[in-house]
């Protein structure tokens, strides 16, 4: 596959892979309190991320399972192991994973990548194996089998925990973030554009960050809120974020030839900056998600 911009040790090539949709869902779903939006169609999608050069592939997240979208009443595109493929990566290769938190939509199929080594939050990992779980208004985000798997990865040697923020490698680094999650983490990737920051569930929307009107799944809603200033300060401008769920990322960036699920991070954005929209939230309620 051709590569659009030099790869060097310390930048890299990013990709989002929608794998599934929420198409159904409606906007006072996606706010806490207040929906300023009257309820209106609000899809949600789900992504997995792919960062690389010529030294190295690291995937950030690793998407749910098939059985789990039918229980889960979700639009489902194709295995994450199956879509890795459309850029020429063998899941078998991939030698790390950050798992940016435990919910099920980012951290199933762990049993796919054999050779990874998964890098998580120490916090993380004790809050879904603790006491919180036992409250089910807590543990329906996750699923007991992908928790097993995260705990059978540790007794392999093969979890690396980290604690707060950590340089995963040259040009890529982790910062824990909280807020969604005791133990979330985004991902900061040097590229050819500059620093963007791989948000993951600290910012479902591009909405919630700009208007500060943080997500209603939530365990702590200061450091939510702390988690999008931080991201704002970490990137290097406002399109260098990139939410974990919003249909809007795949009409701000190139999608590969033939394939619109699959669009390219490092590359500049389509049209005008995202903050200048003054129809950005618009769009988000009527973006087509099919």
Not at 130 to 139: D, E, K, V
Not at 202 to 222: E, K, S
Not at 263 to 289: F, I, N, R, W
């Amino acid at each position: 596959m051709k590569r659009d911009v030099p790869l060097t040790p310390d930048r890299y090539e990013v990709y989002a892979v929608r794998y599934a949709t929420h198409a159904a869902r409606r906007s006072a779903e996606n706010y806490l309190g207040h929906d300023p939006h009257g309820n209106r169609a609000m899809p949600l999608d789900f992504y997995f991320w792919v960062i690389r050069n010529a030294q190295r592939v690291v995937l950030v997240d690793t998407g749910f399972k098939s059985e789990l979208a039918v229980r889960r009443g979700r639009a489902y595109f194709g295995e994450p192991v199956a879509l890795l493929a459309k850029l020429g990566i063998d899941a078998a290769d991939i030698e790390d994973v950050v798992i940016t938190h435990m919910h099920y939509d980012h951290a199933g199929n762990l049993d796919a990548f054999p050779r990874a080594r998964f890098h998580l939050q120490e916090s993380e990992l004790a809050f879904c194996t603790g006491r919180c779980m036992g409250h089910a208004a807590l543990r329906g985000p996750f699923e007991p089998q992908d928790v097993a798997q995260a705990v059978f990865r540790l007794f392999e040697g093969r979890l690396r925990f980290t604690d707060g923020d950590s340089e995963l490698f040259p040009g890529i680094t982790l910062h824990q973030v909280g807020g969604h999650t005791p133990g979330l983490q985004v991902v900061r990737v040097a590229t050819a554009r500059g620093h963007i920051v791989l948000a993951s569930d600290a910012a479902h929307y591009w909405d919630n960050l700009r208007a500060r009107r943080p997500f209603p799944i939530v365990i702590d809603v200061g450091r939510m809120l702390d988690a999008h200033a931080l991201i704002e300060q970490l990137a290097d401008g406002p399109d260098h974020i990139v939410p974990g769920h919003d249909p809007l990322v795949r009409t701000r960036f190139r999608a590969l030839p033939g394939e619109p699920d699959i669009v390219a991070l490092h590359e500049a954005p389509l049209g005008k900056p995202a903050h200048q929209h003054a129809d950005h939230v618009a769009d988000a309620l009527t973006v087509e998600s099919d």
